[in-house]
Structure formats: C-alpha cells, structure tokens
C-alpha cells in the first residue's frame, strides 16, 4: 500500500461544478502540499498547510490531522482548472524525511 | 524575480551517451532538487542540494549525480544512459528546503533512443 493516496485518480466535469479530490496518507506527517501540474510539465505550489483550512480564489484545501486526510475542492470550475493535482506529505519537523509524493489525480473540465 | 529556469528544454541521446541538464534557481534559493517524472510514476526524487551539499539522495543508482555551484546553480549528470532514463526532469528550487514550499523550473523532456 502507498504511503500516500489520492482519489480519485482521473476526474472529468463540467464546467461550473464543484470538484473534490482526496489525498489519505497513512504516516505522521509535519505538513501536507497540494500542487498543480498543467499539461506540458510546469507544476505550480499551491497550498502548504499543516493543520485547517487554506482558501486562494476558488482553490480550498483542508487538512484533518486525525483522521490523516486531505481534500482540495475547486469551486465554480472552469476548463483552465484542467491539470493534474498531486499531494505531497512531509514528516515529522525534526525528520530528515524527503516529501512523499502522491500518483497525482488528472481533472478535466469540460466546456 | 525570474522563476526557475532549466536548459535544455529538449533533448535527444542515444543508449550509452551521457547527459548534463542545467537548473538555475530563484535568486537567493539555496535549495536545488532534482525530480525524474515518467508516465505513471509520478515524481520521483533524486537529490537535494543546499548550499553546495547533497544534503538528501533518492533511491536512484550511480550513473546519476549533481553538484551545486557557489552561485546555487545546479547540474545534473546521467551517465551510460539507458532506454529507461526516458522521462522529464524537473528541479524546484526553496529558500529552506524541498520539504517547504518549492518553485518549479519547466523541466527538460530526455528521449533516449
């Protein structure tokens, strides 16, 4: 089993729908990042967060410590949100742990 | 600021050729890391620079190595290519370090034939 899993794994809606996707990790993690990687490689930052709630635009991440769970939802979607979305966790601050990565989730959105 | 920058963007190398992709960080970036990203893999990491030190190494073999320069800028080194080094090869450079928030450069897309 991965130590970090996204769901799902290939997404497609319409324009104008609210998106959710899911990142489960199973070790004690000190951070957790949602990044973006559009068609053509580039791969953006996104949120970095380690307890709560991050919102930019249309963009929130929430995080559950407890229940080792993280969700990036997409309001009012649009086809520029067309990308794949990867999780990365990072252990514990005073690990010399490196980022463990999830497989990504693909999202298209159509027009 | 510029981003990160990479070069070069595309290449193409035959089995058994060595290659050296170039990685310019952020200004003021001390941390250089190096992501092989292949269909379905995902990234994988294959090694942090900070200050001119390999500070972490990922599970890759030998015939890959880095170096950082006093500048920040990094290179990476693939020898005895294989059919299998096939990918795109991301750096991402941090002010603290590759487990804080990373910029990432546009990557160089590697074919080896």
């Known amino acids: 089993k991965n130590e970090v899993e996204q769901s799902p794994q290939n997404l497609t809606a319409q324009e104008g729908e609210f998106i959710t996707i899911n990142c489960s990790y199973s070790v004690g993690i000190s951070a957790l990042h949602w990044l973006q990687q559009h068609p053509g490689g580039g791969i953006v930052s996104l949120f970095m967060l380690s307890s709560g709630k991050k919102k930019h635009g249309r963009l929130i991440a929430t995080i559950n410590i407890q229940e080792k769970h993280s969700s990036l939802h997409i309001t009012a979607s649009h086809p520029r949100d067309s990308a794949v979305y990867i999780c990365a966790v990072r252990g514990p601050w005073d690990s010399n742990y490196q980022l463990i990565w999830g497989a990504g989730t693909k999202l298209i959105i159509k027009p | 600021k510029a981003g990160v920058t990479q070069t070069p963007r595309y290449l193409i190398k035959t089995r058994g050729q060595q290659v050296t992709l170039s990685c310019s960080p952020i200004s003021g970036h001390r941390s250089v890391s190096w992501y092989q990203q292949t269909p379905g893999q995902g990234l994988q990491f294959l090694f942090e620079y900070f200050s001119e030190t390999q500070r972490n190494k990922g599970n890759f073999p030998g015939r890959f190595s880095g170096r950082q320069f006093s500048n920040s800028r990094s290179e990476m080194n693939v020898s005895t290519l294989e059919l299998g080094d096939s990918a795109l090869y991301l750096c991402?450079?941090?002010?603290?370090?590759?487990?804080?928030?990373?910029?990432f450069g546009p990557g160089t897309r590697l074919t080896v034939t």
């Open positions: 991402a450079s941090s002010f603290e370090g590759n487990t804080y928030e990373q910029y």
